[in-house]
């Protein structure tokens, strides 16, 4: 048998017939049990972290998506432009617009110009058929006289506005 091999054996039945003392392993037992912990709290805050972004990259475009046309505030909602002969693309193009306008206008300017718009948009839709053409004649005398004056001078400072931040 070797030096090494002997003196290895030696020392392992040493150290077997040691016995630490119950202050130092209870010393140990809770380092190791701190250290355990620590890790394990490091990993679920990461766990936390990842899914935390995650939810994030999930609810922001839901939410993004979900919120209402502002052109369904003054129309009820697509389908009453297609009725009226128009499509898909005019409503895009006027849902295009009352952003540019929620934009440039303030909030009580766009709480006003938006109003005036449903008022003008209603009397618009009343008058026109399903093929998109306009009849006059369907509106009362009250309402012909908004329509063609009242409504139109209420607007055209807010499209004044409007063509101004174009240029």
């Known amino acids: 048998m070797s030096i090494d091999k002997q003196l290895r054996d030696e020392l392992l039945q040493y150290a077997e017939s040691l016995k630490t003392p119950p202050e130092i392993e209870s010393r140990v037992y809770l380092s190791y049990q701190n250290d355990f912990l620590q890790k394990k709290g490091r990993l679920s805050m ?3 972290l990842i899914s935390g972004i995650i939810a994030v990259a999930i609810l922001i475009p839901t939410a993004a998506l979900a919120t ?3 052109a369904d505030q ?11 002969g128009g499509t898909q693309e005019d409503y895009q ?3 295009k617009f009352f952003q540019e306008a929620k934009s440039k206008l303030t909030e009580e300017e766009y ?6 718009m449903k008022q003008l948009m209603d009397l618009k839709i009343k008058i026109t058929d399903e093929n998109g053409v306009m009849h006059e004649d369907r509106l009362t005398a009250e309402e012909r006289k908004q329509f063609e004056e009242i409504l139109p ?10 063509r101004g931040g174009k240029e």
């Open 111 to 116: 709480a006003e110009f938006s109003a005036i």
């Open 74 to 84: 003054i129309f009820g909602s697509s389908q009453t432009i297609i009725e009226r």
């Open 46 to 48: 990461k766990k936390r």
């Open 68 to 70: 209402p046309y502002l």
């Open 93 to 95: 193009e006027i849902e």
């Open 153 to 162: 001078q209420k607007a055209a400072p807010f499209f004044e506005k409007l």
